[in-house]
């Protein structure tokens, strides 16, 4: 199932608004109950404010009731294994498990897999603020 996600990346990745950075990024998410949400970098004239793909997608998760993360794929055209950033690390293990799969793509589909957990392995937690 992994080939279909990093597809939607894809996808999410040709709506791209990059026109500073030249660096276009999709990113598609799925849940436990199989939706998909994708989305991609957004850039603005005061760079680098702006949202990465993750970020994107995880807005359209957000807005459509959420629910438990299980696979994520990220692409972008320019570099092969493209990894979410810092920032979107810590992101998406808000609403991600350790052993969440995340997908690492070049052009040609999922080149390696690694977990969150192995992603960012010290990250917060929401109940480390109870």
């Not at 970098?41 to 993750?54: D, K, L, M, R, T």
Request: glycine fraction near 12%.
């Amino acid at each position: 199932m992994s080939h279909d996600l990093f597809e939607a990346a894809k996808a999410a990745m040709a709506k791209a608004y990059a026109p500073y950075s030249k660096f276009p990024v999709g990113a598609a998410l799925r849940t436990e109950d199989g939706r998909v949400f994708t989305g991609a970098n957004i850039e603005v004239a005061s760079y680098p404010e702006g949202w990465c793909a993750e970020t994107t997608a995880l807005g359209h998760y957000i807005m459509a009731g959420g629910g438990r993360i299980t696979e994520i794929a990220v692409f972008a055209e320019r570099t092969a294994k493209c990894s979410p950033c810092g920032g979107c690390r810590q992101r998406l293990a808000e609403f991600c498990r350790p052993e969440t799969k995340l997908y690492l793509c070049d052009s040609g589909g999922v080149v390696e897999t690694v977990t969150m957990g192995d992603m960012l392995p010290y990250g917060f937690q929401g109940d480390m603020l109870k």
